[in-house]
């Protein structure tokens, strides 16, 4: 057994170093490998691989949720969150630094991608708050920490993936994912108001000094209404039982393209380029997925999951120290690897070891989405670094400096998750005892 484990590890090496594409890397080395230890009629088993992956029932979704995260990446949506939330955030310490991260948790809900999230609340976020004086320190790094809830907030494109990976159900991943996410967006809030009360001079004074109105807070209530009606429309046709996810994507996808065309953002060159970017990251995605599928199943063929497994389970960590070092090794993973990259190559080996150490598959795919999202901010390839130096122009190691409060707020709530894992399993269990 291990020499099959080092073969595989210097086929995937080989092929990912080599700079192909990730997706046909983990296909490449999947196919090797039964090459080499397996006779077996890898023509009928590929296309079999390939035809049971790519029509996967719980895929459906997928697609329509990247539409409408495209389609809403082309509205005016960044400048209504603005406008809509600064009145609110006033209310706090730290005042419109919180426009990161409300902007963030409402983005997160409709768009399911946490650099899109970056992206579109950054657009307007970190300027405006750069003209009125705020620390950047704090701007950027709120909004480093508080884009990766774009994958943690349902609808959620990498739940989907862990949901058909991992054999579990996808509404349960985005039930498993509320809870979580309000509190992680919670943390970071905190943490401003903590930062802003210790430093005063973060927030500048002409702010302090001016509070907006009642009137005015609600009045910037009818910027929000679009959004929220459509984070209604999606997640409430789910969670009570009236759509499947599919369904309620396609049901997003209508109310994109509604609020889209209500501002004037569905011209015949934008409707181009979400037809592209969409086709694009679909393409991405199943090309991994499918590399993914034909490397687990070579792993399972022979048996390489099962024997880490009982190595791993030999030396009887305890849960604490199981988890301690899943973190360390996903954080050196994220340093090379993107999010979905990551899950899809860990999973098939990862999975039925926390599974024997009686992790619940639905918990361990939440903590799974977090540490993830700590790989979006940790360099070299953490991609939320990407999008934040192009919105300010700043290096990539000073933006992950401004995100370090972030993700050691990540850390520290994945243990607070293992101390109390019903903040992730009480929602899912409601619905399977609301459906019994």
Not at 299 to 323: D, H
Request: hydrophobic share 55%; net charge neutral; proline share 5%.
């Amino acid at each position: 057994m291990l020499a099959v484990v080092l073969t595989l590890g210097a086929l995937l090496i080989a092929f990912l170093g080599s700079g192909v594409w990730i997706g046909l890397g983990l296909g490449a080395t999947g196919t090797a490998m039964l090459a080499l230890f397996r006779d077996i009629p890898l023509d009928k088993l590929l296309a079999q691989y390939t035809w049971n992956i790519l029509t996967t029932q719980e895929l459906l979704s997928l697609p329509m949720f990247i539409v409408m995260g495209e389609i809403l990446f082309r509205t005016r949506l960044s400048q209504s969150l603005f406008n809509g939330l600064a009145p609110w955030a006033s209310l706090l310490p730290g005042r419109l630094l919180h426009v990161n991260v409300f902007g963030s948790t409402i983005f997160a809900a409709i768009s399911g991608s946490s650099a899109a999230t970056t992206q579109v609340v950054g657009r307007i976020s970190l300027t405006e708050l750069e003209r009125r004086g705020y620390g950047k320190s704090i701007a950027v790094g709120s909004l480093a920490g508080a884009g990766t809830l774009g994958f943690l907030i349902p609808p959620s494109n990498i739940m989907i993936i862990y949901g058909v990976l991992g054999d579990v159900s996808v509404l349960k991943m985005f039930m498993a994912g509320v809870v979580p996410g309000i509190l992680l967006a919670g943390c970071f809030m905190a943490w401003i108001m903590i930062q802003a009360t210790l430093n005063p001079a973060l927030v500048p004074h002409d702010e302090t000094s001016r509070r907006a109105t009642w009137g005015e807070r609600f009045h910037a209530l009818r910027d929000l209404a679009p959004v929220l009606l459509l984070i209604v429309a999606i997640l409430g046709s789910m969670y009570t039982g009236i759509a499947t996810p599919s369904e309620s994507a396609a049901v997003g996808v209508l109310g994109a393209a509604l609020i889209a065309h209500s501002q004037g953002g569905l011209t015949r060159q934008s409707l181009r380029d979400i037809a592209m970017g969409a086709v694009q990251t679909c393409a991405m995605i199943a090309l991994i997925l499918l590399g993914a599928s034909i490397l687990a199943s070579a792993a399972a063929f022979l048996g390489i999951p099962r024997a880490i497994s009982t190595w791993v389970t030999a030396f009887e960590l305890a849960p604490l120290a199981l988890i301690a070092v899943l973190i360390v090794l996903y954080l050196v993973i994220g340093c090379f690897l993107d999010g979905f990259s990551m899950m899809v190559l860990t999973l098939p080996i990862v999975l039925p070891i926390v599974k024997a150490a009686g992790f619940d598959p639905i918990w361990f795919g939440i903590f799974l989405v977090i540490v993830i999202e700590m790989a979006q901010i940790t360099p070299p390839v953490g991609f939320n670094l990407f999008m934040l130096q192009g919105l300010t122009g700043l290096e990539l190691g000073r933006i992950a400096r401004y995100a370090l409060p972030y993700l050691t707020i990540m850390i520290l709530f994945v243990f607070l998750l293992l101390a109390v894992p019903d903040l992730v399993l009480w929602l899912p269990n409601r619905l399977t005892t609301g459906a019994g």
